[in-house]
């Protein structure tokens, strides 16, 4: 378009809604401003639209207004307003009249009052000249910037604020080179920022700036301005001059106090103001990388140390944030950060203690970081918030990770938790118990003191009756870690073990009768006659359509065999085990489940327990599928599963004797094998050159023979138990608490969620195939 050919500027404005404003006593028009300009023959050569407000402020509104004559004022003055809408110019001055008194904040206030601020009230058309303060003394800077702030905690005027670059390039401008000189200044530059960071769209003026760089600076700066004043202040407490007055120090002293307190005060609005506007500008992942990049870290532990709790409330709620990323944790870690946090757990702000617990939940799913908690007595004090229905779910997280290291299980003991958690537990509203409460309490359980502790009176009845009577999978698995423990409290159960054998036999397979069956393969009791249960509660029909292979869950199979190692140490539940076929029903389920060291660990504990008894032990024997699959899991992978099969082995030597020549012979091959490799392929050179050995014998099988060979204390090398040594516990040395350690142990112990890190390793899986 050339210049020439515009004629005239043609102006159109459509009026649109008409609402009151939120924080003053004034009626808000919107329009749209349509301006276009025209050419020579009149036509449109170029046009744009602009959304405008026009606020009409009612100074004179008060309690003796007359509504109706201002409502007519009000639209004889504006040509903006059709008459037509004099009755809703009406009904909205009404409205003003009987609203209460906004805050001049709106939504966005720091709750205390701004450093310098003019008693007069800003307004937007002298923008123009509270900017030119920004270039006067430092008392009009202050001045100036806190006008500016006036206008800016109006979020009405920040949209033309935002537009105005010059005014915020003076701002930005004056920050970075005087923030040092006054901390006003600083507070109510930073403010105005901080009052665009609320709003992400305004986001873009902040990075524009800089501004977020600045205020890392300013924090550090006044970080390292406060340990100057403390360094000073302790010099003057020590002592001055020597000769000097001691009256007179003290004076001097308590005055320069008074200073730093004051100084104090103002810096802990400054970094607040600083730190809110860094949180707010962190939702966006990149800017938090930039800031970590200039150690926001280290910016935020530090300020732990600072006393007031609006400033630290904000502190730690950022270390939250920052916490969910590995990176940041780990500078956490690096600075201490759980000695310094710990002195926050008993503070009486209830907002400042919540965010604190979610902290060290967050840091909690760190082992290194979990035992400092442990080191500086956080268990305790921990413990004492449980009660709090506020920070109750937070601390029951913190608690149950941890709970998950051993080492920490037994130091629950010497606190209140227990009785606590039992409380929680029995008083529970609902029919299910909170899934993190009751994860505490499995955890809790599988130390034997604390199972100790929670069968104290009548604990153990109480949990069995809440727990059969809302079928509650979590609680009962508690129960059945408590069950694990030898001693007094396995014996209590001996009254309940009816009542679960209904629940086992009631036809149903789920969770619940999955942990009750843990709880039964859990309680070897001497006194117990399993033989009756098993025919009272027509368990045995039960279990041979459990191992059935792919007829339940591989974990409540498991379970089954599990009961039925622990049934078998019975001689005459064993007897009854034998006769109604089980025993096949094992081999099968070994046969199909060869790969699950789980399952064939504990499959190869029935054996052992079959063949201690005389009376069963034949049918182990006769039934070749056994030794033969003993035979080859001999030299398994797992360590338990080569212990208990040798150990088998060994018991099934000393009562067959054909068994017992395959037994050593497979023995010898198996630790010889390199030796006999060599011996078979000179064996092979020897026979295709013609020559062979005395006797039309190899090396190989003489030397198998040989009884010396035989009793060589090498065969057992490989760590596994002999009949000579001392951890066999042969036929009348059995104990009954001699099942195998596991991974099955651990799966079970604890109960692992997503709120912590699992302590379960991964399964080893191998190939077995059938021996041959």
């Known amino acids: 378009m050339q210049a020439e050919d515009a004629r005239y500027l043609k102006k159109k404005v459509k009026v649109g809604s ?58 004889d003055k504006c040509k903006l307003i059709h008459p037509s809408k004099l009755g809703e110019v009406q009904h909205l001055i009404s409205y003003l009249l009987s609203r209460k008194e906004c805050s001049k904040d709106g939504q966005v206030s720091l709750n205390h009052p701004d450093p310098g601020e003019p008693k007069e009230q800003a307004n937007l058309n002298e923008l123009e000249s509270y900017m030119e303060m920004l270039y006067e003394d430092m008392p009009d800077k ?83 301005r406060t340990d100057q004043y403390r360094e000073q202040l302790t010099k003057r407490k020590k002592g001055g001059e020597l000769g000097a007055d001691p009256a007179k120090l003290q004076q001097d002293y308590e005055r320069n106090l008074k200073k730093y307190q004051a100084v104090i005060e103002k810096q802990d609005q400054v970094l607040r103001v600083c730190t809110y506007l860094l949180l707010n500008i962190a939702e966006d992942v990149r800017v938090e990388e930039k800031m970590r990049r200039k150690n926001i870290v280290g910016l935020l532990v530090r300020m732990q140390e600072r006393e007031s709790p609006d400033l630290l409330l904000l502190v730690v709620s950022f270390l939250k944030k920052l916490s969910c990323y590995m990176e940041n944790k780990d500078d956490m870690a690096d600075l201490n950060i759980v000695e310094k946090v710990s002195r926050l757990v008993s503070t009486d702000n209830s907002d400042l203690l ?29 413990v004492s918030l449980m009660s709090e229905e506020r920070h109750q779910q937070a601390v029951l997280a913190v608690l149950y990770h941890l709970s998950v290291d051993d080492k920490c299980k037994s130091m629950f003991t010497y606190t209140d938790c227990i009785p606590t958690v039992m409380k929680l537990v029995l008083n529970s509203p609902e029919p299910m118990v909170p899934l993190e409460l009751m994860a505490l309490a499995v955890n809790l359980a599988a130390n034997k003191r604390n199972a100790q502790l929670i069968c104290e009176g009548a604990g153990l009845k109480l949990l069995m009756k809440r ?142 327990q079959l063949t201690r008894h005389e009376a069963t032990r034949p049918q182990v024997i006769s039934t070749t599928e056994v030794p033969a699959y003993l035979i080859d899991l001999m030299h398994d992978k797992n360590t338990e599963i080569r212990r208990v099969c040798d150990t ?77 040594s001392e951890e066999y516990p042969g036929i009348n040395g059995h104990s009954e608490s001699s099942r195998p350690s596991s991974n099955y142990t651990n799966r079970y112990r604890q109960h692992v969620l997503m709120l912590g890190e699992s302590t379960i390793a991964p399964w080893v899986r191998q190939t077995r195939w059938k021996p041959s």
């Not at 800016?152 to 970075?176: F, I, K, M, S």
């Not at 965010?355 to 500086?376: H, P």
């Open 18 to 75: 008409l609402d009151v404003h939120p924080t003053e006593k004034a009626l808000v028009v919107n329009y749209e401003l349509e301006a276009t300009i025209l050419g020579q023959l009149g036509d449109a050569m170029l046009g744009d639209k602009k959304e405008c407000q026009k606020i009409i402020r009612l100074k004179s509104l008060d309690s003796n207004t007359d509504v109706a004559v201002l409502a007519r004022e009000v639209v």
């Open 142 to 224: 202050v001045r100036g910037a806190s006008f500016i702030l006036q206008l800016a905690r109006n979020p009405d005027y920040l949209e033309e604020l935002c537009q105005n670059e010059t005014v915020l390039g003076a701002l930005a401008r004056v920050l970075r080179e005087d923030w040092k000189k006054s901390l006003d200044l600083s507070y109510n530059i930073v403010y105005i920022f901080f009052c665009f960071s609320v709003f992400s769209n305004f986001h873009s003026v902040i990075s524009h700036f800089k501004i977020g760089s600045l205020c890392m600076d300013i924090i550090d700066g006044e970080l390292q």
């Open 354 to 382: 919540n965010v604190t617990i979610r902290l060290l939940l967050n840091l909690s799913f760190d082992a290194g970081l979990r035992a400092k908690m442990i080191k500086v007595g956080l268990l305790p004090k921990l």
């Open 467 to 608: 727990a059969l009577k809302y079928r509650d999978p979590l609680l009962t698995k508690m129960i059945r870690n408590i069950a694990q423990h030898e001693g007094p409290t396995r014996a209590l159960f001996t009254e309940f073990v009816g009542d679960l054998c209904e629940v086992v036999s009631g036809g149903e397979s789920d969770e619940f009768v999955l942990e009750c069956v843990g709880v039964l393969g859990n309680l070897s009791l001497p006194d117990l006659d399993y033989c009756q249960l098993l025919t009272k509660h027509n368990l045995i029909d039960w279990i041979k359509d459990s191992l059935q292979p792919d007829a339940v869950e591989d974990d409540l199979a498991l379970e089954v065999v599990v009961l039925l190692g622990t049934v078998a140490g019975d001689q005459a539940a064993a007897q009854l085990i034998v006769n109604t076929g089980i025993l096949h029903s094992l081999v099968n389920l070994l046969n199909a489940k060869q790969e699950d060291d789980e399952m064939v660990l504990q499959i190869v504990y029935v054996f052992y």
């Open 648 to 724: 088998t082995l060994d018991i099934i030597s000393e009562n067959d004797n054909e068994w017992a020549v395959r037994i050593q012979c497979h023995k010898f091959r198996w630790y010889n094998s390199q030796w006999l490799d060599m011996v078979e392929e000179a064996e092979n050179i020897d026979t295709m050159g013609g020559e062979e050995m005395a006797g039309g014998e190899g090396l190989g099988h003489s030397f198998l023979h040989h009884s010396d060979v035989l009793d060589h204390q090498g065969l057992y090398s490989d760590g596994l138990s002999s009949p000579e």
